[in-house]
């Protein structure tokens, strides 16, 4: 009786324990979600600035303008800023994956 007293006495502290931990973690996925809300926030956010945001704009061509200037001009270094943006994003977007992945485990 004793034995078995001491036994389920060990269980319950082991399970105490384990319930402590459980609700550590559990916090820390609530402020992670939290987290991942708030950026969803911002990243909605941005997304709405990408359509309005004049420097998100392609302005149209002047009257004279040929074709090659506004290319050289306009096109391209709004092309290149919207590379840089997908660079950037794809860099996010793989952090997050990974980060999505070590919560999971």
């Not at 384990?18 to 559990?26: A, F, H, S, T, Y």
């Not at 402020?31 to 926030?41: C, F």
């Not at 004049?54 to 290319?71: C, D, V, Y």
């Not at 391209?76 to 952090?95: A, G, W």
Request: glycine content about 0%.
């Amino acid at each position: 009786m004793k034995s078995d007293n001491q036994a389920l006495r060990q269980k319950y502290n082991d399970l105490q324990q384990n319930n402590v931990q459980l609700e550590k973690q559990q916090n820390e996925l609530k402020n992670y979600i939290e987290q991942m809300v708030q950026s969803e926030q911002l990243l909605q956010r941005d997304v709405r600035k990408y359509d309005e945001a004049p420097e998100w704009q392609l302005p149209e061509p002047g009257a004279f303008a040929s074709a090659k200037s506004f290319r050289d001009k306009v096109v391209m270094p709004f092309v290149s800023k919207l590379k840089t943006l997908i660079k950037n994003l794809t860099i996010q977007c793989v952090r997050l994956k990974e980060e999505v992945l070590q919560l999971r485990k």
